[in-house]
């Protein structure tokens, strides 16, 4: 965008979704100016993916899903992945942080919740439950197809990574002037 000079336009699957603040944040990590990519929100990240295959925007961070068979089909280039690992299924595509942006590491977070209230002892069957699903080690291959890298089970590695992501999201949403829709 910097070379060309004028608007690129990306997709999301939605205003403040996993896509649009992670191409919020690498437009502010490679210092391009406010209006240089402009997203094109869509409802969803199916619509996000059509409008990529159907040439309404020309960029966008997505959800993994049928990604690699579109890639491998030619329908869709895969530029770079946003994770700190490349992804197993297309392990010729490169990390976004080896594409010149050291540190870049933008993940969405699966995390098992339950409502205020909710005795301590559901939450540590819950958990053990997840645990032995995450550690299982038949469940390695079928994680890794998926894009999927478990990190900590526990509850307290939940909040922690929640906590974290409030401060970091919060100044790139600043930084960006993002508005809650």
Known sequence: AAARKD???????GIGSPGHLAMEYLRQQAGLP?????NVPQRG???ALTAL???????????????????RTGRLHAIAVSGPHR?????????VAESGYPGFDVR????????????????REWNALARGVLED?????????????????????????????????????LAAGIEAQ
Not at 53 to 71: C, H
Not at 108 to 123: C, F, K, N, V
């Open 7 to 13: 608007t690129l336009f990306y997709t999301s699957a």
């Open 34 to 38: 406010k209006g240089s990519l402009e």
């Open 45 to 47: 990240n199916t619509e």
């Open 53 to 71: 295959l159907g040439g309404t925007a020309q960029a966008g961070f997505l959800a993994i899903g049928g990604g690699p068979d579109l890639v």
């Open 87 to 95: 992804y197993p299924a297309l392990p010729e595509v490169p990390t």
């Open 108 to 123: 969405i977070a699966s995390i098992l919740m339950a409502p205020r209230g909710t005795p301590g002892e559901a939450i």
């Open 137 to 173: 080690p038949a469940s390695t291959p079928r994680f890794a197809n998926w894009g999927v890298q478990p990190e900590d089970g526990t509850a307290a590695g939940a909040e922690a990574w929640i906590r974290a992501g409030r401060e970091r999201w919060g100044q790139v949403v």
